[in-house]
């Protein structure tokens, strides 16, 4: 079981982007169970949801306090301590940033991936709403999905224009994603 | 004698259709308002009635004990906090069902004016498809004469009492039935039992409107213990609440208030308090509140007919 | 929509409240009351929506507050109807006298009841307080532990509810937070496998229905003997309850392939010497704990609650007698008794239970998380209370502090 926890501000779609990547693993005959942290949600406060992913059911209820990967949509807290509070030894973290500086440095982190997605969701989709292009790169990076169940599961959450423009976003993020092994 | 009096008639007999359902002697106070006007709605209305009561005045007779009932109708008691919202889940589901019905949501003024008119409100917001009735005693009368929201300023009742620091209620009434037309429900009106006539064409109204929505009658009923009236005034002090405006007789019909029946020269309220016991105390100065009262809340109404006699209101969506 | 189609079902990534939505809708009930609170609002949302989209065909009555919520669909279900509202915490707590009202009709209601602590308005947080203020209230109470059984027990609130021979009004609780938000796998069943689960109410005989013409009272229990006579059979009727929700499971395990055991659920109990009995989402934190710890050789096993209310106690004796240590976990307080409000009912049947020593844990309330290392700990201390140590008889497991806060 993978253990990953979001990071981000309200109206970045944080919740939505563990959300879709839980369809994803469902559509691949896996599981995967995503909630928020609670508080009140309020657009630019900061948000925090956890994923949990797996090839058998998810028991538990319980937040995530040792995640194995990190995905932090907002690029100023990509050196905050609570970010990488608990990360496990040999921990991921997926950056949306568009300065691809490498200077992150935890003891535990050994993969870093980094990607401008409030870059290509203003292309495609014309807001700086990074999620499908976090959900598209989270893939890649992570090697435990496909890109396609994730094409797949943006039909539940997008129709018609939109549907296609995310898809879009999507597949950008899984192409365009840069990695680094630290 | 009776020929010479037929020509003023009521012709009130004329809509009493249906059998009266209920027992012949029951728990009522003699003299009681309440009693007429709840003999007389089915009559007028028909048996097949579903009536919903609260705990009340009227609850000892409409609910009967164990397997005993003073009445053959169809009845629900409910709470009085929730009694229009207990009708509305009848009527909705009545009309989901395809069943016909007409649902009357009986209860007095502590019920709609106080306690429970947040749901009152509600169902009229959402022009829920019955009719409610609050008959207006203008206190708790069943718990022992407590104030509520209609009692009138200067009336005694038990939390209201006449002292040398109080002249009873020390606050004036509200309005419920202007406050329930402000709703714009397809009919709203006011009626008395010394009015039977009036009275039967505002059911018969209700009925016809509650197709198209909500339709609330406030009715004027007397209560002699709880006032100090002797049992058999009870029909004079509706006449006397009439011919001084303390209460209005008017209705509106899709928003358009009209006056149902207009007092040429209404007679001083002191003609109407002067025969109640909870008025007794009161000295002219007082009566002068009440008169003002009472001036304000006719004047509001003259006001409004005539407004909303030139503003109709608009056809709802749902028609 | 549907992410995989599978024989019996279509496999969807939902929130516990889109489940108890989507259970709602396929129950095709005739009256819906639809109030928001958080964490609730999405479920009348979500039927609204339904509704809207013209795929809900019942009467939607939008009230102006949860206390009209209950009251319409009392009177609905009186009048023969289908009905379904849902709250939780303050809403539960604004319509509790039509709960009250409902249950003593027998109005056969089905409500969600999304569990949030109820102390101040703050609170919004999870814990069972609403659920444990509301127990006396003559309702039957299930408890769902994830998504899918929240869509599974409305189904069979139904069949409970409804059953000619229950009669009763069926609140199904689950927490708040942790799962009303949580979106996971849910085997959403498909509408004509939920109508033939269904149907057997069908075949039973009509209940008494309050309709025009029909010259039927109701609302009164009259009083002396006649009250009395209601009060027992409502009584009664609980009791039956607890043999119906069995029988219910298993007919539901025939058309669904899924099945609960009925009252209470037991996890690795057959060789088990210690057992912590829980209720609700933290049962499934609980379960992997079991795992790990029986990976080291500690014998331990899980009872889950899942009707609350009529208390399973027959059930409970059965599977704990004998059993050397119990650590009961409350997500609600027992204001007057130290220990949890389960913990404290539970303790009514300890002579039957050969012995078994009972310790009570406090947990989960507020949002404090009911951890692994939590349930570790709980394990760890029941297993204790077994070996004859000295063991306090309740534990604040996320408020160490009120070791020594005096009384307790």
């Known amino acids: 079981m993978s253990e990953v926890r979001f990071h981000g501000r309200g109206g970045q779609g944080v919740v939505t982007t563990s959300k879709i990547l839980a369809n994803a693993f469902a559509r691949t005959g896996q599981f995967g169970a995503s909630f928020p942290m609670f508080g009140f949600e309020r657009r630019g406060a900061p948000v925090t949801a956890f994923g949990r992913f797996s090839d058998k059911p998810v028991r538990e209820k319980t937040q995530i306090y040792n995640p194995d990967i990190l995905v932090v949509l907002d690029p100023s807290q990509r050196n905050s301590e609570a970010v990488f509070q608990g990360l496990r030894p040999g921990g991921m973290m997926l950056l949306n940033d568009s300065d691809k500086a490498l200077n992150i440095s935890n003891g535990n982190l050994k993969k870093l991936a980094i990607i401008d997605a409030n870059k290509i969701a203003q292309e495609e989709i014309g807001l700086a709403i990074p999620n499908t292009v976090i959900v598209g790169a989270f893939a890649r990076m992570s090697g435990l999905l496909d890109i396609e169940p994730c094409c797949d599961a943006l039909q539940d959450y997008f129709s018609g224009k939109k549907l296609s423009a995310n898809i879009v976003c999507a597949k950008r993020g899984f192409e365009e994603v840069e990695l680094f092994d630290l | ?319 | ?408």
């Open chain 2, 1 to 319: 004698m009776i020929e010479k009096k037929k020509g003023k008639m009521t012709k009130v007999m004329d809509y009493l259709k249906h059998e009266d359902p209920f027992s012949k002697g029951v728990a009522f106070c003699p003299g009681c308002g309440l009693e007429l006007l709840i003999r007389f709605i089915p009559q007028v209305l028909g048996n097949d009635i579903v009536i919903t009561g609260t705990p009340s005045c009227s609850a000892p007779v409409l609910l009967g004990q164990n397997s005993q009932s003073w009445h053959k109708l169809s009845y629900f008691g409910t709470l009085m906090t929730g009694a229009a919202a207990n009708a509305t889940g009848l009527a909705r589901y009545y009309r989901k069902a395809g069943i016909e019905n007409t649902v009357v949501c009986f209860n007095g003024d502590g019920t709609a004016a106080d306690i429970g008119f947040g749901n009152l409100s509600g169902a009229a917001e959402r022009n829920e498809p019955f009719i409610y009735i609050c008959y207006d005693n203008e206190g708790y009368m069943n718990t022992g004469i407590q104030k509520s929201g209609t009692t009138p300023f200067g009336a005694t009742t038990t939390t209201t009492p006449f002292g040398s620091a109080s002249k009873g209620k020390n606050l004036r009434r509200m309005n419920l039935a202007l406050k329930m037309a402000m709703h714009k429900i397809p009919y709203a009106a006011t009626a008395t039992l010394s009015d039977l006539e009036d009275l039967a064409k505002k059911l018969l109204k209700a009925k016809e409107a509650k197709k198209r929505g909500f339709a609330f009658i406030h009715v004027f009923a007397p209560c002699p213990t709880g006032w100090g009236v002797a049992p058999e005034n009870t029909i004079e002090v509706c006449r006397r609440a009439v011919k001084t405006n303390y209460f209005p007789l008017w209705e509106a019909e899709n928003g358009k208030i009209k006056m149902t029946r207009t007092v040429r020269k209404p007679k001083p309220v002191s003609t109407y308090t002067k025969i109640i016991k909870k008025f007794n105390h009161l000295n002219e100065a007082d009566l002068q509140i009440l008169q003002d009262d009472v001036d304000y809340e006719y004047c509001i109404l003259g006001g409004l007919s005539v407004l909303e006699a030139e503003c109709q209101l608009p056809v709802s969506a749902e028609d």
């Open chain 3, 1 to 408: 929509m549907n992410t995989k189609v599978k024989e019996k079902s279509q496999i969807k990534v939902i929130t516990g409240n889109a489940a108890a939505a989507i259970a709602a809708k396929l129950v095709r009930p005739d009256v819906v009351a639809a109030y928001p609170i958080t964490p609730q609002t999405e479920i009348i949302e979500q039927i609204s929506k339904f509704h809207a989209n013209g795929e809900m065909d019942c009467e939607l009555i939008t009230v102006e507050g949860e206390n009209s919520a209950m009251n319409a669909v009392m009177a609905a279900s009186l009048a023969g109807g289908r009905v379904f509202t849902a709250t939780s915490s303050w809403g539960l707590a604004f319509m509790y006298d039509a709960v009250l009202a409902t249950a003593g009709a027998r109005a056969p209601v089905v409500m969600v009841n999304v569990n949030r602590e109820t102390p101040g308005i703050i609170a919004v947080s999870s814990g069972q307080q609403d659920m444990i203020s509301t127990r006396d209230a003559g309702w039957i109470f299930l408890i769902a532990e994830n998504c899918q059984e929240v869509m599974d027990l409305v189904l069979q609130a139904y069949r409970l509810a409804e059953d000619y021979d229950i009669q009763v009004p069926v609140m199904v609780h689950y927490d708040g937070f942790y799962l009303s938000y949580l979106s996971e796998v849910v085997d959403v069943p498909f509408q004509e496998d939920v109508d033939r689960f269904l149907s057997v109410l069908k075949d039973q005989p009509e209940r008494i229905k309050l309709v025009p013409g029909g010259k039927l009272g109701c609302g009164s229990h009259g009083i002396l003997k006649g009250y009395l006579e209601l009060r027992h059979k409502h009584l009664s009727a609980m009791e039956r309850a607890k043999a119906k929700i069995d029988q219910i499971d298993k007919e539901f395990q025939e058309i669904f392939n899924r099945s609960y055991s009925g009252q209470i659920e037991e996890y690795r109990m057959d060789d088990a010497d210690v057992v912590l009995v829980g209720s609700g989402s933290m049962c499934g934190t609980i379960k992997t704990v079991i795992d790990e710890k029986r990976q080291a050789g500690v014998k331990v096993g899980l009872v889950k609650i899942r009707m609350y209310r009529p208390f399973p106690g027959e059930a409970m004796v059965g599977a704990l007698k004998g059993k050397k240590a119990i650590g009961v976990v409350d997500r609600s307080l027992c204001f007057g008794f130290k220990g949890g409000p389960m913990y404290t009912e539970l303790k009514a049947f300890e002579t039957q239970l050969d012995g078994s020593k009972m310790i009570s844990f406090i947990d989960g309330i507020a949002n404090t998380d009911i951890t692994k290392a939590n349930v570790g700990q709980m394990i760890d201390s029941t297993c204790d209370l077994a070996a004859g140590k000295d063991v306090r008889e309740v534990t604040w497991v996320s408020y160490p502090e009120a070791q020594e806060d005096g009384g307790l």
